[in-house]
């Protein structure tokens, strides 16, 4: 790892990820001088390459740091709205700065204690990390996806994540909601949970896209 | 299920004396009892069931509320008003358009909080709404109670507290009814701001006539649903320009969509109500019910239970009993010894000459007669078998058995393209393929569909034609532990064309994948008259069915000796039968299985009994006929599900199969010197 950004640096490369890496200088993060130098300091650590006419494009080892930032912002969020039941524009405030104090080992720690989650709170994905590709499973978790729980495991739903409108639609519409008291009874030969006082048979495809807080193990 | 839809002279009872006026829909999620109101209310059968997704269509009679009379309708369940199976699409529609006088939503009170999330979408549509509060015992039972007065209130419509299994509640509900219930005014539940400015624009643009509120209409529109869309289209006309460029305008870049937060925030409101008005009074108590239905889940009870539950229901109860002993009562005693013969008998006294006397002796008697031939196969054969079936089918269906059943089925099915849920089609069709191919309608995608209307008709036999093939299998000597190794035989070759044809047709079908998800409902001990009524109804059906059918096949093989059309038929017949190492004679019974496969059947029972056919000639000529075409009315109801094109290409490939594997089989046996 190279010496640490600072925090508009950070912005200024987030902001280049998601301009599909080009962008025209100085458009945002800082002010005046300052964002000059902040683009000037990612061209001189071979962030970012300028081109004659002015845009400023991110080179991979750019992209490859921007996507980290990126990923610890969504996980701060989750962690913020998942575990410390933070709520609306404060839990993304509080993730903006949370980000930036984030180093890659508590940023695995985090990631693990989540279940390595797939999207953020308002549905856009969070690039996997080294931790979630080794999947830890070992580890007891906060929130974990309702596939992964033991039988008997039990907690409230903490979200569903799923890009089938379909699957999202049909879990909404039958009452497997967030905030819903949720208990693992099987995981063979199906998935079967118990919800309210209504048991449900599901496939792994749809255990796959809920995701529980734990409360407590018997 | 609603057996009658398809029925035609069933559904003209129900008393034309007074003209309906108004419209009564009852709604709600699947397996909350629903049916169970509408029998209650109307007076007419419609199928009760303890598993979720048994009515299919919109069943619908007349029912008297006061000194009104009206026209009540039974819809299939729905989760929500954005729906997503066919099935559930036919009741919203019904909602969106034909402005009923009361909508009946039916809740079971043990799982409140989950129901109300349907009874706000229905309150915002500004539908005149009831709710019917059902299952309070069972909400007793673990030691739940609920204050009906503060659920009114919260709500804002008539809340009527009931068991509709008992009739409790009935005379409360049709005061309700005919008070004309309120439409309630004003926002049950706020949305955020955002979402409320959407929706206020999108009302601002909504001039057209709709049978629904127009908040109501707004929230479909803004939550993406397609056929709101449509009808918003049609009501619009010109304007409906504007009105898409706003929604395209409004539909989110990114995040969270519209329907996920609408029904978020309504889950919240349901919270907040169901835990102001449920008490719990007592801890639940485990019920024997209960700890049964656990072990059920566990694949180590559930597949033997499956097993020992196929092999008592089927092989025992419907195969050696039904088809075996009460056949042979039947049959042999009834019709071979005592009715045939007198009427035979008669028949020769009345008409002793040849020329027309003999045709008019054999349209009656003779070995093809009306009475000798359609009425001995529908009474003596057909009826104790599928009387059977329908008795151990109801029994298990009211037990709340199957979805346990396709839980622990799901991951094998998912093999041949199918989902657990494939299971409720695939057993009711061992009782009736027709009504089985109706019910491919709980499946969700078309593929589903195709793959199991596919083995509907080349792989399970209905009742009445397994009935009489077991029988024939099992009566033969030689058994392998127990079970006569010509069963054994044909079940091994069948279920090996299931998985051949599932899996092939799986794989050249494209598509969705299927998911499965399915409600566990309780475990309840069935009752025993509904069990009767139940079966009962379904048995009148299919005898209705059958006897026509096979008094027209009489007819038509009587007509077609005397044209000799008949001999042509079994002449073409011929080579296909004698490459199956068949007899000549048992062309016969396939030219009888053109008309109803367990025709054929009984015509291969007949032959058998006269000792025309050894062990390998049974196994192979049940095998072929197992897999001969689909009958007349199976065949008519897949042209209606999926087309004309699909069902002849279906009805095609299973006479060429049928007679490819049968032939197959018989040189394997005969090479192997196989003794069965």
Redesign the interface.
Known sequence: MTHPLGEETEELLHHLLSHEGRHKAGDCCGTGERRGSNTARLIADGYAVLAPDGTVTLTPKGEEEATLIVRRHRLAERLLVDVLDLRGPEAHDQACRFEHILRPDVEERICTLLGHPRGCPHGAPIPPGRCCREAATELRKVVGVASALEADEAGTVAYIHTDDARKMNKLLATGILPGQPIRLLRKFPSYVFQVGNTQYAVDRDIADAIYVRLSERK | MNWKRFIPWADRRGGKDAPASGLVAIVGNPNVGKSVLFNNLTGRYATVSNYPGTTVEISSGLAKFGDRTMTVADTPGM??L?S?TDEERVGRRMLLAEKPVAVIHVIDA??M??ML?LTVPLIEMGLPVVVALNMMDEAKD?GLAVDVGALREALGVEVVPSVFTAKKGMKELRRAVLAGPKVRTGRPVPYPRDVEEALGRIEALLHGRYAVSKRGMALLLLEGDAEAREMAATAEGARFAELAAVLEELRPA????V??RV??ER??FA?EVSSRVLKRVEGPSRRVSETL??AL???WVGVPVALAVLYVGLYKFVGQFGAGTLVDLFERKLFGAFVNPHVNDFLGRALPGGGWHYWARELFGGDYGVITLALTYAVAIVLPIVLCFFLFFSILEDSGYF??L???????F?SVGL??RAVIPLVLGLGCGTMATLVTRVLETKREKIIVTMLLALAIPCSAQYGVIAALLTRRDVTWLGISAAFVVWLFVILAVFLVVGFTVNRILGGE?P??????PPLRMPRLDNVIIKTWSRMKWYFMEVLPLFALASLIIWIGRITRLFDAAIAVLQPAVHVMGLPAKSAEAFLYGFFRRDFGAAGLYTLDGRGLLDGVQVVVACVALTMFVPCIAQFLMMKKEQGLKMSLAVAGFSVVMAFAIGAGLNVLLRATHAHL
């Not at chain 2, 990114?254 to 969509?257: A, D, E, F, P, Q």
């Open positions: 989760y929500s954005l997503i043990k799982n909080e989950r999330q673990i990114s995040g969270r969509s329907a996920y029904t978020m889950q919240r919270h239905g656990r889940i566990n694949p979805p346990r396709a839980m622990t089925t799901d991951r094998a998912k989902s657990g994948r998911s499965f998800y399915m409600e566990l």
